[in-house]
C-alpha cells in the first residue's frame, strides 16, 4: 500500500501593521494563488481524503479558497501546526487514521520544507533542488509513502512525486 502526503504552504500573506502574526489575512496574490494551486492539485489528482490546517488565519484563508475545488475533503484544524517543526508536524500526520490515503497538510515554513527534505528517500532530483532552493507561498510538494498507515511514516522513506509553485504555473 501507498499513501499519499501532499504539503501546501499557505499562500502570500498580508504583512499590515498592528496584526498579530496567528491573526495575518491573504495578500490578493495569495487569494489568487490558492485557488491556482487547487486547481493543479485536482488535474494531477489523487484528491485528498483529509486536509490537516493550521489554525492561523492565513492557512485558514487558503484552506477556504482551495477547498471548494478539491470536492468532498475532510478537515481538522490542528493548532500545533502553527509556528511547528517538522517533527511537529510529523506527529500530526502520524495521528491520522489508515483510510485516509491521501492526507493534504496546509501549514506554514520552515516547517513544511524541512519536512518536506526529511522525508524524501533521495535528493528528489530537479523538485528536489527546487525545494532546496524555495519552498514558497502556496506551494505544493507531493510525496508518496510505502506504508499502510500514518503512524510508520519515518524519515528518508518517501519519494517526491511532484513540487509545483504558482510561478511556475505562471500565476500571481
Same mark, same amino acid.
Given at each position: 500500500?501507498?499513501?499519499?502526503?501532499?504539503?501546501?504552504?499557505?499562500?502570500?500573506?498580508?504583512?499590515?501593521?498592528?496584526?498579530?502574526?496567528?491573526?495575518?489575512?491573504?495578500?490578493?496574490?495569495?487569494?489568487?494563488?490558492?485557488?491556482?494551486?487547487?486547481?493543479?492539485?485536482?488535474?494531477?489528482?489523487?484528491?485528498?481524503?483529509?486536509?490537516?490546517?493550521?489554525?492561523?488565519? /492565513?492557512?485558514?484563508? %487558503?484552506?477556504?479558497? !482551495?477547498?471548494?475545488? +478539491?470536492?468532498?475533503? #475532510?478537515?481538522?484544524? @490542528?493548532?500545533?501546526?502553527?509556528?511547528?517543526?517538522?517533527?511537529?508536524?510529523?506527529?500530526?500526520?502520524?495521528?491520522?487514521?489508515?483510510?485516509?490515503?491521501?492526507?493534504?497538510?496546509?501549514?506554514?515554513?520552515?516547517?513544511?520544507?524541512?519536512?518536506?527534505?526529511?522525508?524524501?528517500?533521495?535528493?528528489?532530483?530537479?523538485?528536489?533542488?527546487?525545494?532546496? /532552493?524555495?519552498?514558497? %507561498?502556496?506551494?505544493? !510538494?507531493?510525496?508518496? +509513502?510505502?506504508?499502510? #498507515?500514518?503512524?510508520? @511514516?519515518?524519515?528518508?522513506?518517501?519519494?517526491?512525486?511532484?513540487?509545483?509553485?504558482?510561478?511556475?504555473?505562471?500565476?500571481?
Amino acid at each position: 500500500m501507498t499513501k499519499t502526503l501532499i504539503l501546501f504552504r499557505h499562500a502570500k500573506s498580508s504583512w499590515k501593521e498592528n496584526v498579530a502574526d496567528h491573526e495575518r489575512p491573504l495578500a490578493e496574490r495569495g487569494r489568487k494563488a490558492a485557488p491556482v494551486m487547487a486547481r493543479w492539485l485536482v488535474a494531477r489528482g489523487p484528491g485528498p481524503a483529509l486536509a490537516l490546517v493550521s489554525t492561523a488565519r /492565513r492557512t485558514q484563508e %487558503t484552506w477556504s479558497l !482551495a477547498a471548494p475545488l +478539491l470536492g468532498k475533503v #475532510g478537515k481538522r484544524d @490542528v493548532a500545533g501546526l502553527y509556528e511547528a517543526t517538522a517533527g511537529r508536524i510529523l506527529d500530526a500526520i502520524r495521528s491520522v487514521e489508515p483510510s485516509a490515503d491521501t492526507l493534504l497538510v496546509i501549514g506554514h515554513n520552515p516547517g513544511l520544507e524541512d519536512l518536506a527534505r526529511r522525508l524524501m528517500r533521495d535528493d528528489g532530483g530537479d523538485a528536489g533542488r527546487r525545494i532546496a /532552493r524555495k519552498f514558497p %507561498t502556496a506551494a505544493v !510538494a507531493i510525496l508518496s +509513502l510505502p506504508v499502510e #498507515g500514518w503512524t510508520e @511514516v519515518e524519515p528518508g522513506t518517501a519519494a517526491l512525486e511532484d513540487f509545483m509553485t504558482p510561478t511556475m504555473l505562471k500565476e500571481p
